[in-house]
Nanobody
C-alpha cells in the first residue's frame, strides 16, 4: 500500500487547510486510517483517526471542534479539514493506515505511512 499525502502549506492563525491522503497498491480494506503530527523535538502524536468500515472518528483533545476527519470510500482517500488553525498546530502531518483491528491512537497500530506534509501556522 502506498499513501500519498497532500494539502499542507503556510496559513495565518485562524485560517483553514484541507489535507488529503490517497491510498493505492492492493485490495483496499483497512481497519482504519489516521492523521498524526510531529513538531521538531516532539513525539509523533495522533491528531484524528477514522475506522474505515463504520466511519467512527476520534480526535485529540487539542483539535476537537476545529479539525474534521472524513473518508471517501470510493476514492480510497482520507481527509483532514483543519479550521481555526493555531500556531501550535505547526508540524509535519502524516497519514497512516492500520490493516488490522487495533488501538488507533497508537502509532504502532499502523502498518503504512505517508511521506508527511508540512503545515505552518503563522501568528
Amino acid at each position: 500500500v502506498q499513501l500519498q499525502a497532500s494539502g499542507g502549506g503556510l496559513v495565518q492563525a485562524g485560517g483553514s487547510l484541507r489535507l488529503s491522503c490517497a491510498a493505492s497498491g492492493r485490495t483496499f480494506n483497512p481497519y482504519g486510517m489516521g492523521w498524526f503530527r510531529q513538531a521538531p523535538g516532539r513525539e509523533r502524536d495522533l491528531v484524528a483517526a477514522i475506522r474505515w468500515p463504520s466511519g467512527i472518528t476520534s480526535y485529540a483533545d487539542s483539535v476537537k471542534g476545529r479539525f474534521t476527519i472524513s473518508r471517501d470510500v470510493a476514492k480510497n482517500t482520507v481527509y483532514l479539514q483543519m479550521d481555526n488553525l493555531k500556531p501550535e498546530d505547526t508540524a509535519v502531518y502524516y497519514c497512516a493506515l492500520a490493516t488490522y483491528a487495533s488501538a488507533l491512537h497508537q502509532p504502532a497500530a499502523y502498518d503504512f505511512w505517508g511521506q508527511g506534509t508540512q503545515v505552518t501556522v503563522s501568528s
